[in-house]
C-alpha cells in the first residue's frame, strides 16, 4: 500500500509540473506528456513520460493497474526503482510495434512481448529504451 501511494503521489507531482521543458506526444489517442525531471531532486537531466490506460488501450495492450505508467529516460544514472536500465540500442525489439505517437521526429514504440518494462523512443540518429520508473522523490 506505501509504494501504491508513493507511486500516486509522483504521478500527481510529475502531472502537476509545468515547465519550459514539456513538451507532447501525439497519437491515436490522448496526447502523452514528456516532462523533465525536478530541480529540488537534482533531476534536471532526466525526461519522464507519463501514460496512461488510454494509450494501452489504443495499442490493443492490457492496461497495469496504475492510472498512470512513468517511463524515464535517465542517461546519467541518477534514479533507482527502475524496472530496467536505460539504454541506446543499435536495433528495435523483434517485436516492437509503432504505437502511432510522435514528438517532432521521434517515434514511440513498445514490444508486445513485455510491453511494461521499458517503451523505445526512436529517432533519427539512435533508439533509446527508455524504462519503467516506479519510484517518486522525498
Do not use: K
Amino acid at each position: 500500500m506505501r509504494i501504491l501511494l508513493g507511486i500516486a503521489a509522483a504521478a500527481v507531482a510529475l502531472l502537476a509540473v509545468a515547465c519550459d521543458g514539456e513538451e507532447t506526444w501525439r497519437g491515436p489517442g490522448a496526447d502523452l506528456r514528456e516532462v523533465e525531471g525536478d530541480a529540488h531532486c537534482d533531476w534536471e537531466s532526466v525526461r519522464f513520460l507519463a501514460v496512461t490506460d488510454d494509450f494501452w488501450s489504443q495499442i490493443g495492450i492490457e492496461p497495469p493497474a496504475t492510472a498512470y505508467t512513468f517511463f524515464a529516460r535517465d542517461p546519467d544514472d541518477l534514479l533507482v526503482y527502475m524496472a530496467a536500465a536505460f539504454t541506446r540500442l543499435d536495433a528495435l525489439p523483434a517485436d516492437a510495434i509503432d504505437t502511432g505517437y510522435r514528438n517532432g521526429r521521434r517515434t514511440l514504440y513498445v514490444s508486445p512481448s513485455d510491453p511494461y518494462t521499458a517503451v523505445y523512443v526512436h529517432s533519427p540518429s539512435h533508439i533509446e529504451a527508455w524504462p519503467r520508473f516506479d519510484g517518486g522523490c522525498d
